[in-house]
């Protein structure tokens, strides 16, 4: 690619790459997330879709559940919200297992406020999402409340799109403005794409295809995308 990529202050924020479970073998999603783990995810990214929000439908809490009694109470579950009514599901995702909840600024209607508290007065960490068309300035009243913040690389919905490098410049406001702050970004992201994310300042990195697809080595795809992280955001030397 021969986009410019921009390049952030080197930041202490730890690197975590998270495969995202949409693109694992469903039919052993139990199996498929004890084998990412192994080979040295730090977290399984799960995307809720309820067909409103945006138009595709994955699975919900009781998948969730059932995935949580698979893997044990240790592994860490990013659970990314694309549904319509943010609010109604925090009790039943915390029921069912998950550690984050991000929600999509999008869905808010003007109640982002209140779904950052009650997902962290339910005892889950706070993450909000932002579309690729959907400016910063769109967080700026919930920024305060959020443990995380995730910013779309390709429009929500589907798995398998292609990496959006035009988005990279909000990551690097981002990691600008808000130097402590896990920053996650998701979508078409792989060895290929990683440089452009991680120069820009995320840290955290969900990878669906590149790390489930038939053949691959797993555990030398999340190495190769922590490297990056590491080398670009952290400013290690090998």
Not at 2 to 30: F, N, T, W, Y
Not at 34 to 53: P, Q, R, S, T
Not at 218 to 230: D, F, G, L, N, W
């Amino acid at each position: 690619m021969a986009e410019e990529r921009p390049q952030c202050a080197h930041h202490g924020c730890c690197c975590k790459i998270g495969p995202s479970m949409l693109a694992s073998d469903l039919a052993a999603m139990g199996a498929e997330a004890k084998a990412v783990l192994a080979a040295g995810a730090d977290y399984l990214h799960l995307d809720i879709m309820d067909g409103h929000f945006v138009p595709n439908i994955s699975w919900g809490p009781p998948v969730v559940e059932s995935l949580r009694k698979s893997v044990g109470e240790d592994a860490f579950f990013d659970c990314h919200m694309m549904v319509s009514e943010p609010l109604r599901w925090v009790e039943p995702m915390k029921a069912s297992g998950g550690t984050q909840y991000t929600f999509h600024i999008e869905a808010c209607d003007g109640k982002e406020t209140e779904v950052a508290k009650a997902v962290a007065d339910a005892g889950m960490k706070v993450g909000v999402a932002l579309k690729p068309g959907t400016p910063v300035s769109a967080i700026a009243s919930v920024i305060s409340l959020v443990d995380m913040v995730l910013v779309m690389t390709v429009e929500p919905g589907f798995g398998g799109q292609k990496f959006m490098p035009n988005v990279m410049p909000k990551v690097l406001q981002l990691r600008t403005d808000y130097p402590n702050l896990d920053i996650e970004v998701d979508g078409g992201l792989g060895p290929t794409t990683v440089d452009f994310a991680a120069k820009a300042g995320a840290n955290m990195i969900v990878a669906g295809s590149s790390v489930f697809k038939p053949g691959s080595d797993r555990a030398e795809t999340i190495r190769t995308m922590r490297r990056s992280v590491e080398e670009h955001g952290n400013g290690k030397t090998a």
